[in-house]
Nanobody
Framework: VQLQASGGGLMQAGGSLRLSCAASDQTFSDVHMAWFRQRPGEDRRFVAAISSNSGSTYYEDSVKGRFTISRDNAKNTAYLQMNSLKPEDTAVYSC??????????????????????WGQGTLVTVSS
């Protein structure tokens, strides 16, 4: 599966952006997926995850209430709606899919080695 992230850009603090992650084939609908971000000089960190059927989601504490993860399996696409953006949200955002055999739970989605495919990142810059 190839993943293509898009939607990044420059935004002022308090603004909104929606990122998209388009998958190359329909197997996307069978796997859980997540968004990660990497700030300059830091390791890649988990942001949010969603189960294959959209029944479950999980968020990193700093984005709860501001970011919403969703997916449209008919379009093989996932989204990350980011509201009330802060300068500390500035990062390269990447999407990834969980290995098909793994369940959706906190331990799995927070473990970077749970992810089979990664998309290239899209840069989000939030100015103060």
């Amino acid at each position: 599966v190839q993943l293509q992230a898009s939607g990044g850009g420059l935004m002022q603090a308090g603004g909104s952006l929606r990122l998209s992650c388009a998958a190359s084939d329909q197997t996307f609908s069978d796997v859980h997926m997540a968004w990660f971000r990497q700030r300059p000089g830091e390791d890649r960190r988990f942001v949010a995850a969603i189960s294959s059927n959209s029944g479950s989601t999980y968020y990193e504490d700093s984005v709860k209430g501001r970011f919403t993860i969703s997916r449209d399996n008919a379009k093989n696409t996932a989204y990350l709606q980011m509201n009330s953006l802060k300068p500390e949200d500035t990062a390269v955002y990447s999407c990834a899919t969980v290995y098909p055999s793994l369940p959706f739970n906190t331990a799995i989605v927070l473990t970077i080695h749970s992810y089979e495919y990664w998309g290239q990142g899209t840069l989000v810059t939030v100015s103060s």
